[in-house]
T-cell receptor, first 113, second 111 residues
Framework: SQQGEEDPQALSIQEGENATMNCSYKTSINNLQWYRQNSGRGLVHLILIRSNEREKHSGRLRVTLDTSKKSSSLLITASRAADTASYFCATDLGDTGRRALTFGSGTRLQVQP | EADIYQTPRYLVIGTGKKITLECSQTMGHDKMYWYQQDPGMELHLIHYSYGVNSTEKGDLSSESTVSRIRTEHFPLTLESARPSHTSQYLC??????????FGEGSRLTVL
């Protein structure tokens, strides 16, 4: 079964609105990362949050991590049409497990102009 | 911009053909990975490497093979392509711990 699962699977909003995506995972992690993928392209790293951090900001992005609930959320504020993409969370087990990221199923975000 | 390159971007090929998907990075990263992704779906790790002459299979069983003779090069080979191999293949690299840098992907269609 997947280590990371995103919710919702798809999200459609208007420009200017905020978009929130959630990620749940099953085992202890070293860090959690969020990636963006435009249709037909490779993934681009957005932000990394370590297991001892609770919140992190980068521009219009805000990521939270709750290790007790094994969940994370990605908030995009004041969304733009250019934010339309799929967003994936990925967990890094570090030295406690397999040394490669495990990706979730992704949230497809559509921002209407 | 990530300095990791995949070729070809698109490949349509007949059943039974041998194919090699190329992946090169100029960042000097020791770790490299191959992920397989069907359209709109999650990524599945199929191979990874921690350095020259080191390769391991990932979570998803794959009939493909990889080699790591040079740090910058991590090609993936399918000896006999089948329609079930139709997918997008994404190559990535990373430093010891941290973010992955992805190539643009190779979209393979086997007829």
């Amino acid at each position: 079964s997947q280590q990371g699962e995103e919710d919702p699977q798809a999200l459609s909003i208007q420009e200017g609105e905020n978009a929130t995506m959630n990620c749940s995972y099953k085992t202890s992690i070293n860090n959690l990362q969020w990636y963006r993928q435009n249709s037909g392209r490779g993934l681009v790293h957005l932000i990394l949050i370590r297991s001892n951090e609770r919140e992190k900001h980068s521009g219009r992005l805000r990521v939270t991590l709750d290790t007790s609930k094994k969940s994370s959320s990605l908030l995009i504020t004041a969304s733009r049409a250019a934010d339309t993409a799929s967003y994936f969370c990925a967990t890094d087990l570090g030295d406690t497990g397999r040394r490669a990221l495990t990706f979730g199923s992704g949230t497809r975000l559509q921002v209407q102009p | 911009e990530a300095d990791i390159y995949q070729t070809p971007r698109y490949l349509v090929i007949g059943t039974g053909k041998k194919i090699t998907l190329e992946c090169s990075q100029t960042m000097g990263h020791d770790k490299m990975y191959w992920y397989q992704q069907d359209p709109g779906m999650e990524l599945h790790l199929i191979h990874y490497s921690y350095g020259v002459n080191s390769t391991e299979k990932g979570d998803l069983s794959s009939e493909s093979t990889v080699s790591r003779i040079r740090t910058e090069h991590f090609p993936l080979t399918l000896e006999s392509a089948r329609p079930s191999h139709t997918s997008q293949y994404l190559c990535a690299s990373s430093e010891v711990a941290g973010e992955l840098f992805f190539g643009e992907g190779s979209r393979l269609t086997v007829l």
